[in-house]
């Protein structure tokens, strides 16, 4: 395993592995519980917009999960705003807090009033979009063999991959954070030559968090949800 960039909500890496496992994990995210907005309670509401346009908008906002919450947990968030300006996520208080503080929710001009209060509680993402801590995709490493006369276009465009000879052909490796395959393929295309494009057993693993868990934590806790359920299935065949 080789990382190849990570910061705050996001980590990319390079690895062997079977991409159906990798799948499997991508689709599992789904089954990492974390915390969100379920009801929201208005009990005054003078901003421009609907009581369900901005229940909504809180039900979409990422709530910080701990990572000892289980599906029973809940919470209570509450605001109160009486001030001319813009309202934002940050302004919601109680047992939790969200992940962003200026996430806007309305706006509200002199004498106007937002009053509200919003039940939290702990889902999955294979329920509801505001349940998802976030994302995870992948594609393949590739090698893409050119003509040598492409070397000076695609190294003013791929500055980062590494470029081998062999013969009157050049290799790009496309194994970097940006994928450089099409833009490859479409510098052939232009001058109607074709390019060929090769896989091996690697992938480039993405993992993108919304803020609510760790990108770390999402992949492991993605991998033990599947393991959870394979071990379910391997004792009832048994």
């Known amino acids: 395993m080789e990382i190849i960039n990570q910061k705050d909500n996001k980590l ?4 062997k592995i079977d991409e159906s496992l990798a ?3 991508r ?10 907005v379920e009801e929201v309670e208005i009990s005054k509401n003078d901003s421009p917009l609907y009581d ?5 908008r809180i039900g979409l906002i990422p709530i910080k999960t701990d990572k000892e919450i289980n599906e029973k947990t809940e919470a209570k968030l509450k605001l109160s705003v009486k001030r001319e300006g813009e309202v934002y996520s940050g302004e919601l208080k109680g047992d939790v ?18 009053e509200l209060t919003a039940n939290v509680r702990a889902g999955k993402g294979d329920e509801h979009a505001r349940f998802s801590p976030g994302l995870i995709f992948y ?8 003509d040598k006369e492409f070397r000076g276009e695609i190294q003013k465009v791929c500055l980062d991959n590494e470029i081998k000879e062999k013969g009157d052909k050049i290799i790009v490796i496309d194994d970097k954070e940006k994928e450089v395959c099409d833009v490859c393929e479409g510098i052939c295309e ?10 091996n057993d690697e992938l480039i693993i993405n993992i993108e968090s919304f803020g609510q ?3 770390k934590d999402i992949f492991k806790k993605s991998i033990g949800a599947l393991r959870k359920d394979l071990n379910e299935v391997s004792k009832k065949i048994k």
Do not use: C, W
């Open 190 to 199: 232009r001058a109607k030559k074709k390019a060929e494009t090769n896989y």
């Open 213 to 215: 868990l760790d990108v």
């Open 139 to 146: 594609r393949g490493v590739a090698e893409i063999i050119m």
């Open 23 to 25: 799948n499997a994990i």
């Open 52 to 56: 369900e346009t901005i229940s909504h």
């Open 12 to 15: 990319i890496f390079k690895a």
């Open 97 to 114: 807090e969200g992940v962003y503080d200026k996430i806007p929710i309305t706006i509200l001009t002199k004498n106007q009033e937002l």
């Open 27 to 36: 689709r599992y995210v789904g089954e990492i519980p974390v915390l969100a």
